[in-house]
């Protein structure tokens, strides 16, 4: 994946990483900033897409699209695509945006809204990204864990970067029985969840 990215995709990713970069120079509010995952990151992403278990792949917070499209080159990778939540129509646009200029619309599909309003309408996970506000953490991680498929992968940044706001998180995780928890130092810190098979479970095993 790594030594065969399209020359348009590196070049999106080196603007929004310039604008990001900027962005935090000058100051930039909050909300309005990209906030977006270091490269080191995206490729630890990709790598484990890569490996996911067969089920659909989403995303919760997409801001301009950076760590959409690491996604989507593991996407491309496996034959599949991405679903990717942004709740601020700004950053949707952005993210827009990117996926035209890049050539990733095949791949990677934008909702324009709250990913607690849709959840409903998911099948099983096999791979999701939860990058969002770090108070709907705790909502989304119940929301997304019952739809894992065995093996299935959960990962959520910034479990280093925003520790005291996310540990009651991580502490849920690492005592759930349902997966198995590691806080890996990469970036700003991803919470890695996998999907285990408990006694209780009645999905296939893969």
Not at 14 to 32: I, K, M, P, V
Request: hydrophobic residues 45%.
């Amino acid at each position: 994946m790594f030594l065969q990215i399209p020359e348009v995709i590196e070049r999106r990713m080196s603007q929004l990483e310039e604008r990001d970069r900027l962005d935090r120079l000058d100051g930039t509010s909050h909300a309005q900033r990209l906030r977006q995952i270091p490269r080191d990151t995206g490729r630890f992403l990709a790598i484990l897409a890569a490996g996911a278990p067969p089920g659909a792949w989403i995303e919760i917070g997409t801001s301009a699209g950076y760590s959409s499209m690491w996604l989507a080159l593991a996407a491309r990778e496996r034959a599949t695509s991405l679903t990717t939540f942004e709740i601020l129509a700004a950053k949707a646009a952005l993210a827009t945006e990117t996926f035209s200029l890049t050539g990733l619309s095949d791949v990677v599909t934008l909702v324009n809204g709250d990913f607690l309003d849709h959840v409903d309408q998911l099948g099983d996970v096999g791979f999701c990204f939860l990058d969002a506000e770090k108070d709907v953490y705790d909502k989304c991680y119940d929301a997304v864990v019952p739809k894992l498929v065995p093996g299935g992968l959960l990962v959520a940044d910034n479990a280093i970067s925003h520790e005291a706001d996310l540990a009651p998180v991580i502490r849920k995780a690492q005592l759930d029985p349902r997966v198995d928890a590691v806080v890996v130092p990469i970036g700003k810190g991803e919470l890695v969840c996998r999907r285990t098979k408990a006694a209780h479970d009645t999905r296939a095993t893969i």
